[in-house]
Protein backbone atom coordinates (compact mmCIF):
# COMPACT_ATOMS: atom_id res chain seq x y z
CA UNK A 1 0.00 0.00 0.00
CA UNK A 2 1.34 3.63 -1.04
CA UNK A 3 1.14 5.96 1.92
CA UNK A 4 -0.92 8.81 1.09
CA UNK A 5 -0.09 12.28 1.32
CA UNK A 6 -0.41 14.14 4.31
CA UNK A 7 -2.25 17.70 5.00
CA UNK A 8 -1.46 19.73 8.49
CA UNK A 9 -4.10 20.64 10.87
CA UNK A 10 -4.24 22.28 14.20
CA UNK A 11 -4.72 20.47 17.17
CA UNK A 12 -3.95 20.02 21.15
CA UNK A 13 -1.90 17.66 22.50
CA UNK A 14 -0.72 16.45 26.02
CA UNK A 15 3.65 15.38 25.16
CA UNK A 16 3.93 13.56 28.47
CA UNK A 17 1.76 12.22 31.56
CA UNK A 18 2.81 15.38 33.09
CA UNK A 19 2.46 17.86 30.70
CA UNK A 20 -0.60 20.45 29.99
CA UNK A 21 -2.52 19.81 26.49
CA UNK A 22 -1.29 22.56 24.37
CA UNK A 23 -1.46 24.03 21.02
CA UNK A 24 0.15 22.12 18.36
CA UNK A 25 0.17 20.92 14.34
CA UNK A 26 -0.69 17.59 13.48
CA UNK A 27 -0.53 15.63 9.78
CA UNK A 28 -3.71 13.75 8.68
CA UNK A 29 -3.82 11.66 5.67
CA UNK A 30 -5.09 13.34 2.39
CA UNK A 31 -8.82 11.44 1.68
CA UNK A 32 -8.18 7.90 0.33
CA UNK A 33 -10.83 6.33 -2.11
CA UNK A 34 -12.86 5.58 0.89
CA UNK A 35 -12.18 8.07 3.09
CA UNK A 36 -14.27 11.31 4.08
CA UNK A 37 -12.50 14.20 5.29
CA UNK A 38 -14.31 15.89 8.10
CA UNK A 39 -14.44 19.66 9.39
CA UNK A 40 -14.57 18.97 13.40
CA UNK A 41 -17.23 21.08 14.61
CA UNK A 42 -17.53 20.21 18.57
CA UNK A 43 -16.28 17.43 20.84
CA UNK A 44 -16.92 15.96 23.56
CA UNK A 45 -14.29 15.41 26.64
CA UNK A 46 -14.26 12.15 28.20
CA UNK A 47 -12.55 10.71 31.55
CA UNK A 48 -11.00 8.37 28.79
CA UNK A 49 -9.28 11.66 27.53
CA UNK A 50 -7.96 11.95 30.42
CA UNK A 51 -6.93 8.70 31.60
CA UNK A 52 -5.03 8.78 27.98
CA UNK A 53 -3.64 11.89 28.43
CA UNK A 54 -2.05 11.18 31.62
CA UNK A 55 -1.17 7.72 30.54
CA UNK A 56 -2.92 6.01 32.97
CA UNK A 57 -4.06 3.08 31.26
CA UNK A 58 0.20 2.50 30.61
CA UNK A 59 -0.23 2.39 26.52
CA UNK A 60 -0.45 6.18 25.78
CA UNK A 61 1.46 7.37 22.54
CA UNK A 62 3.04 10.97 22.64
CA UNK A 63 2.25 13.34 21.44
CA UNK A 64 -1.17 12.43 22.19
CA UNK A 65 -4.31 14.12 20.92
CA UNK A 66 -7.22 12.83 22.46
CA UNK A 67 -10.81 13.16 21.72
CA UNK A 68 -13.17 10.45 20.50
CA UNK A 69 -16.70 12.51 20.70
CA UNK A 70 -16.77 13.87 17.43
CA UNK A 71 -19.25 15.96 15.01
CA UNK A 72 -18.40 17.57 11.74
CA UNK A 73 -19.44 18.49 9.00
CA UNK A 74 -17.70 16.48 5.68
CA UNK A 75 -15.49 18.97 3.43
CA UNK A 76 -14.11 16.54 0.95
CA UNK A 77 -15.06 12.69 0.14
CA UNK A 78 -12.59 9.59 -1.78
CA UNK A 79 -13.52 8.72 -5.19
CA UNK A 80 -15.31 5.73 -4.07
CA UNK A 81 -17.24 7.11 -1.14
CA UNK A 82 -20.91 5.90 -1.48
CA UNK A 83 -22.96 6.78 1.90
CA UNK A 84 -21.71 10.49 1.92
CA UNK A 85 -21.17 13.73 0.32
CA UNK A 86 -19.83 16.86 0.64
CA UNK A 87 -22.04 18.99 3.51
CA UNK A 88 -23.14 15.84 5.30
CA UNK A 89 -23.35 16.46 9.12
CA UNK A 90 -21.77 13.46 10.54
CA UNK A 91 -20.42 11.46 13.98
CA UNK A 92 -17.15 9.81 14.81
CA UNK A 93 -16.97 8.16 18.17
CA UNK A 94 -14.13 5.46 19.70
CA UNK A 95 -13.05 3.50 16.72
CA UNK A 96 -12.20 4.59 12.96
CA UNK A 97 -11.25 1.08 11.76
CA UNK A 98 -10.89 -2.53 12.52
CA UNK A 99 -10.33 -6.17 10.69
CA UNK A 100 -13.82 -6.40 9.23
CA UNK A 101 -13.18 -9.98 8.88
CA UNK A 102 -13.06 -11.53 11.58
CA UNK A 103 -16.33 -12.77 13.60
CA UNK A 104 -16.98 -10.00 15.56
CA UNK A 105 -16.47 -7.42 12.93
CA UNK A 106 -18.84 -9.22 11.04
CA UNK A 107 -21.58 -9.05 13.72
CA UNK A 108 -21.22 -5.70 13.43
CA UNK A 109 -19.03 -5.54 17.03
CA UNK A 110 -16.36 -3.93 15.64
CA UNK A 111 -15.32 -3.00 19.23
CA UNK A 112 -14.33 -6.79 19.82
CA UNK A 113 -12.46 -6.99 16.44
CA UNK A 114 -9.92 -9.94 17.16
CA UNK A 115 -7.16 -8.37 15.34
CA UNK A 116 -7.80 -5.25 17.90
CA UNK A 117 -10.23 -2.30 16.53
CA UNK A 118 -8.42 0.97 15.58
CA UNK A 119 -8.68 3.18 18.55
CA UNK A 120 -9.99 7.01 17.12
CA UNK A 121 -6.27 7.57 19.60
CA UNK A 122 -3.68 5.67 20.50
CA UNK A 123 -4.18 2.68 18.19
CA UNK A 124 -2.07 2.70 14.72
CA UNK A 125 -2.67 4.33 11.75
CA UNK A 126 -3.82 1.86 9.21
CA UNK A 127 -2.24 4.01 5.91
CA UNK A 128 0.70 5.86 7.41
CA UNK A 129 1.58 3.36 10.28
CA UNK A 130 1.65 6.34 12.82
CA UNK A 131 -0.10 6.82 15.91
CA UNK A 132 -3.97 7.71 15.43
CA UNK A 133 -5.18 11.49 16.65
CA UNK A 134 -8.30 12.00 18.16
CA UNK A 135 -10.93 14.84 17.76
CA UNK A 136 -9.18 17.75 19.79
CA UNK A 137 -8.36 19.10 16.21
CA UNK A 138 -9.61 20.87 13.60
CA UNK A 139 -10.49 18.52 10.83
CA UNK A 140 -10.00 14.28 10.47
CA UNK A 141 -10.21 11.54 7.93
CA UNK A 142 -11.83 8.93 8.20
CA UNK A 143 -12.80 5.72 5.83
CA UNK A 144 -16.69 5.90 5.32
CA UNK A 145 -17.81 2.53 7.72
CA UNK A 146 -16.96 4.24 10.60
CA UNK A 147 -18.89 7.35 10.31
CA UNK A 148 -22.10 7.67 11.80
CA UNK A 149 -24.96 9.85 10.62
CA UNK A 150 -25.70 12.47 13.02
CA UNK A 151 -30.30 12.86 13.51
CA UNK A 152 -31.01 16.26 11.89
CA UNK A 153 -33.32 17.37 14.89
CA UNK A 154 -30.74 17.25 17.21
CA UNK A 155 -28.36 19.82 18.70
CA UNK A 156 -24.95 18.87 17.38
CA UNK A 157 -23.04 20.11 20.35
CA UNK A 158 -25.21 18.56 22.39
CA UNK A 159 -25.04 14.92 20.78
CA UNK A 160 -21.48 14.58 20.69
CA UNK A 161 -21.19 12.79 23.45
CA UNK A 162 -23.65 10.38 22.46
CA UNK A 163 -20.42 9.08 20.41
CA UNK A 164 -19.01 7.64 23.40
CA UNK A 165 -21.18 8.29 26.83
CA UNK A 166 -24.38 7.66 24.83
CA UNK A 167 -23.59 4.30 23.23
CA UNK A 168 -21.57 3.17 26.26
CA UNK A 169 -24.57 3.02 28.16
CA UNK A 170 -27.17 2.35 25.55
CA UNK A 171 -25.22 -1.22 24.30
CA UNK A 172 -25.24 -2.54 28.02
CA UNK A 173 -28.22 -1.93 28.50
CA UNK A 174 -30.04 -3.02 25.55
CA UNK A 175 -27.74 -6.38 25.56
CA UNK A 176 -28.88 -6.95 28.75
CA UNK A 177 -32.35 -5.94 28.04
CA UNK A 178 -32.99 -3.55 30.68
CA UNK A 179 -36.79 -2.92 30.33
CA UNK A 180 -40.61 -2.43 32.18
CA UNK A 181 -40.20 -4.48 35.89
CA UNK A 182 -36.69 -4.01 36.29
CA UNK A 183 -34.80 -2.18 38.76
CA UNK A 184 -31.65 -0.72 37.48
CA UNK A 185 -29.29 1.13 39.31
CA UNK A 186 -26.94 3.69 37.80
CA UNK A 187 -23.58 4.19 39.61
CA UNK A 188 -21.97 7.66 39.29
CA UNK A 189 -23.73 10.51 37.64
CA UNK A 190 -21.03 12.22 35.22
CA UNK A 191 -20.51 11.84 30.75
CA UNK A 192 -21.82 8.41 31.31
CA UNK A 193 -24.03 7.94 34.20
CA UNK A 194 -26.19 11.23 33.04
CA UNK A 195 -26.68 9.04 29.93
CA UNK A 196 -27.22 5.80 31.74
CA UNK A 197 -30.20 7.14 33.53
CA UNK A 198 -31.73 8.91 30.29
CA UNK A 199 -31.60 5.39 28.64
CA UNK A 200 -32.65 3.33 31.14
CA UNK A 201 -35.52 5.81 32.32
CA UNK A 202 -36.65 5.76 28.23
CA UNK A 203 -36.38 2.04 27.94
CA UNK A 204 -38.78 1.92 30.74
CA UNK A 205 -37.39 0.53 33.92
CA UNK A 206 -37.10 1.92 37.75
CA UNK A 207 -33.67 3.59 37.68
CA UNK A 208 -32.11 4.64 41.46
CA UNK A 209 -28.88 7.03 40.93
CA UNK A 210 -26.26 6.16 43.07
CA UNK A 211 -24.19 9.34 43.95
CA UNK A 212 -21.23 10.85 46.22
CA UNK A 213 -22.54 14.08 45.29
CA UNK A 214 -25.21 15.62 47.50
CA UNK A 215 -25.48 18.58 44.88
CA UNK A 216 -26.59 15.83 42.50
CA UNK A 217 -29.69 14.61 43.61
CA UNK A 218 -32.29 17.36 42.29
CA UNK A 219 -30.19 16.92 38.98
CA UNK A 220 -30.76 12.97 39.41
CA UNK A 221 -34.45 12.87 39.50
CA UNK A 222 -34.46 15.57 36.69
CA UNK A 223 -32.76 13.46 34.23
CA UNK A 224 -35.05 10.70 35.14
CA UNK A 225 -34.35 8.65 38.27
CA UNK A 226 -37.18 7.55 40.25
CA UNK A 227 -34.85 7.56 43.15
CA UNK A 228 -31.47 9.19 44.35
CA UNK A 229 -29.48 7.43 46.86
CA UNK A 230 -25.90 8.79 48.59
CA UNK A 231 -23.60 6.16 48.10
CA UNK A 232 -21.72 7.24 51.38
CA UNK A 233 -24.82 6.78 53.30
CA UNK A 234 -24.22 3.14 54.86
CA UNK A 235 -27.81 3.40 56.08
CA UNK A 236 -29.15 4.27 52.24
CA UNK A 237 -27.12 1.67 50.54
CA UNK A 238 -28.25 -0.90 53.22
CA UNK A 239 -31.70 0.04 52.67
CA UNK A 240 -31.23 -1.25 49.25
CA UNK A 241 -29.35 -4.47 49.32
CA UNK A 242 -31.00 -7.76 47.53
CA UNK A 243 -33.33 -5.70 45.61
CA UNK A 244 -31.40 -4.78 42.12
CA UNK A 245 -32.17 -6.77 38.56
CA UNK A 246 -29.08 -4.55 37.30
CA UNK A 247 -26.50 -2.11 38.14
CA UNK A 248 -24.27 -0.14 36.03
CA UNK A 249 -21.02 1.23 37.29
CA UNK A 250 -19.74 4.23 35.38
CA UNK A 251 -17.33 5.48 38.31
CA UNK A 252 -13.69 6.69 37.11
CA UNK A 253 -11.65 6.17 40.09
CA UNK A 254 -11.22 3.44 43.01
CA UNK A 255 -14.47 2.53 44.82
CA UNK A 256 -16.16 -0.41 46.74
CA UNK A 257 -17.74 -2.81 44.01
CA UNK A 258 -18.66 -5.20 46.75
CA UNK A 259 -21.18 -2.65 47.96
CA UNK A 260 -22.48 -2.93 44.21
CA UNK A 261 -22.82 -6.78 44.35
CA UNK A 262 -24.61 -6.41 47.55
CA UNK A 263 -27.09 -4.26 45.98
CA UNK A 264 -28.00 -7.17 43.33
CA UNK A 265 -30.90 -9.96 43.65
CA UNK A 266 -30.46 -13.65 43.00
CA UNK A 267 -28.81 -13.53 39.23
CA UNK A 268 -28.74 -9.87 39.09
CA UNK A 269 -26.01 -8.51 37.01
CA UNK A 270 -23.29 -5.67 37.93
CA UNK A 271 -21.65 -4.14 34.53
CA UNK A 272 -18.45 -2.36 34.64
CA UNK A 273 -18.34 0.39 32.38
CA UNK A 274 -16.05 2.59 34.01
CA UNK A 275 -12.08 1.78 33.66
CA UNK A 276 -10.72 3.34 36.73
CA UNK A 277 -6.42 3.03 36.17
CA UNK A 278 -6.24 0.56 39.32
CA UNK A 279 -8.10 -2.96 40.09
CA UNK A 280 -10.52 -3.18 42.17
CA UNK A 281 -10.71 -6.02 44.95
CA UNK A 282 -13.74 -8.19 44.59
CA UNK A 283 -14.98 -10.70 47.72
CA UNK A 284 -16.31 -13.89 46.78
CA UNK A 285 -19.42 -14.41 49.07
CA UNK A 286 -21.41 -11.13 47.57
CA UNK A 287 -20.60 -13.04 44.20
CA UNK A 288 -21.41 -16.40 45.62
CA UNK A 289 -24.49 -15.37 47.62
CA UNK A 290 -27.05 -14.93 45.20
CA UNK A 291 -26.05 -16.54 41.88
CA UNK A 292 -24.40 -12.51 41.16
CA UNK A 293 -22.46 -11.97 37.89
CA UNK A 294 -19.89 -9.40 37.75
CA UNK A 295 -19.65 -8.21 33.83
CA UNK A 296 -18.04 -5.49 31.61
CA UNK A 297 -18.74 -3.14 28.95
CA UNK A 298 -17.22 -1.94 25.77
CA UNK A 299 -18.58 0.94 23.69
CA UNK A 300 -20.11 -0.12 20.68
CA UNK A 301 -19.79 -1.35 17.42
CA UNK A 302 -21.15 0.73 14.61
CA UNK A 303 -24.39 -0.49 13.54
CA UNK A 304 -25.42 -0.23 17.38
CA UNK A 305 -24.09 3.24 17.53
CA UNK A 306 -25.96 4.28 14.63
CA UNK A 307 -29.17 2.86 15.90
CA UNK A 308 -28.36 4.57 19.46
CA UNK A 309 -28.38 8.23 17.31
CA UNK A 310 -31.30 7.47 15.84
CA UNK A 311 -33.36 6.27 18.97
CA UNK A 312 -31.84 9.84 20.28
CA UNK A 313 -33.44 11.07 17.24
CA UNK A 314 -36.32 9.61 17.49
CA UNK A 315 -37.28 10.49 21.47
CA UNK A 316 -34.89 13.75 21.19
CA UNK A 317 -32.53 12.65 23.75
CA UNK A 318 -29.03 14.35 24.11
CA UNK A 319 -26.31 15.32 26.95
CA UNK A 320 -26.23 17.76 29.29
CA UNK A 321 -23.21 19.64 28.22
CA UNK A 322 -21.28 22.84 29.40
CA UNK A 323 -19.80 24.30 26.10
CA UNK A 324 -15.68 25.05 26.97
CA UNK A 325 -13.38 26.52 24.72
CA UNK A 326 -10.31 24.72 23.29
CA UNK A 327 -8.06 26.61 25.84
CA UNK A 328 -10.00 25.92 28.94
CA UNK A 329 -8.99 22.10 28.42
CA UNK A 330 -6.69 21.55 31.13
CA UNK A 331 -9.00 23.47 33.51
CA UNK A 332 -11.91 21.12 32.23
CA UNK A 333 -9.73 17.82 33.17
CA UNK A 334 -9.52 19.19 36.90
CA UNK A 335 -13.30 19.82 37.35
CA UNK A 336 -13.42 16.47 36.33
CA UNK A 337 -11.16 14.70 38.60
CA UNK A 338 -13.82 17.01 41.35
CA UNK A 339 -16.96 15.45 39.62
CA UNK A 340 -17.99 19.23 39.01
CA UNK A 341 -19.26 18.83 35.41
CA UNK A 342 -23.16 18.91 34.66
CA UNK A 343 -22.55 16.32 32.91
CA UNK A 344 -20.29 16.83 30.07
CA UNK A 345 -18.09 19.20 28.45
CA UNK A 346 -18.08 19.92 24.91
CA UNK A 347 -15.00 21.94 23.02
CA UNK A 348 -16.52 24.26 20.24
CA UNK A 349 -13.92 23.77 18.02
CA UNK A 350 -14.16 26.97 16.25
CA UNK A 351 -12.08 28.49 19.31
CA UNK A 352 -9.12 26.37 17.61
CA UNK A 353 -9.17 28.59 15.15
P1 LIG B 1 -16.93 11.46 34.62
O1 LIG B 1 -17.80 12.34 33.81
O2 LIG B 1 -15.72 12.01 35.27
O3 LIG B 1 -17.88 10.74 35.69
C1 LIG B 1 -17.39 9.85 36.65
C2 LIG B 1 -18.30 9.89 37.87
O4 LIG B 1 -17.85 8.91 38.79
C3 LIG B 1 -18.25 11.20 38.64
O5 LIG B 1 -19.09 12.18 38.15
C4 LIG B 1 -18.66 10.75 40.05
O6 LIG B 1 -20.08 10.68 40.12
C5 LIG B 1 -18.12 9.34 40.12
N1 LIG B 1 -16.86 9.30 40.87
C6 LIG B 1 -15.71 9.93 40.57
N2 LIG B 1 -14.76 9.66 41.46
C7 LIG B 1 -15.32 8.83 42.36
C8 LIG B 1 -14.87 8.14 43.52
N3 LIG B 1 -13.60 8.31 43.95
N4 LIG B 1 -15.72 7.33 44.18
C9 LIG B 1 -16.98 7.18 43.75
N5 LIG B 1 -17.49 7.80 42.66
C10 LIG B 1 -16.66 8.60 41.98
O7 LIG B 1 -16.39 10.25 33.72
P2 LIG B 1 -17.05 9.55 32.41
O8 LIG B 1 -16.56 10.24 31.20
O9 LIG B 1 -18.49 9.36 32.64
O10 LIG B 1 -16.29 8.14 32.43
C11 LIG B 1 -16.47 7.24 33.52
C12 LIG B 1 -15.50 6.08 33.38
O11 LIG B 1 -15.91 5.28 32.26
C13 LIG B 1 -14.07 6.48 33.10
O12 LIG B 1 -13.21 5.59 33.80
C14 LIG B 1 -13.94 6.27 31.60
O13 LIG B 1 -12.62 6.03 31.18
C15 LIG B 1 -14.79 5.05 31.43
N6 LIG B 1 -15.29 4.81 30.06
C16 LIG B 1 -15.46 3.53 29.68
C17 LIG B 1 -16.00 3.25 28.43
C18 LIG B 1 -16.29 1.83 28.04
O14 LIG B 1 -16.38 1.55 26.85
N7 LIG B 1 -16.48 0.93 28.98
C19 LIG B 1 -16.33 4.28 27.57
C20 LIG B 1 -16.14 5.59 27.99
C21 LIG B 1 -15.62 5.86 29.24
P3 LIG B 1 -20.90 11.19 41.43
O15 LIG B 1 -20.46 12.62 41.63
O16 LIG B 1 -22.30 11.05 41.02
O17 LIG B 1 -20.49 10.28 42.54
ZN1 LIG C 1 -15.10 7.93 25.86
ZN1 LIG D 1 -12.19 -7.78 13.24
Known amino acids: MTKPVCYSTKAFSAASATSALSATTIERRQPTPS ?30 VPGHEIVGRITAIGTGVKKFK ?24 EQFC ?14 LGTPTLGGYSQSIVVTEDFVLRMPANLDLAAAAPLLCAGITTYSPLRHWKVGPGHKVGIVGLGGLGHMGVKFAKAFGAHVVLFTTSASKVADGKRLGADEVVISTDAAQMTAQAGR ?37 PVAAFPLLMRRRSLSGSLIGGLPETQE ?40 DMKTLA
Open 35 to 64: DVQIQILFCGVCHSDLHYARNEWAFTQYPA
Open 86 to 109: VGDTVGVGCLVDSCRTCPNCREGL
Open 244 to 280: FDFVLDAVSATHDLNAYLNLLKRDGNLVLIGAPEKPL
Open 308 to 347: MLDFCGQHNITCDIEMIRMDQINTAYERMLKSDVKYRFVI
Open 114 to 127: DAGMVGTYGATEKH
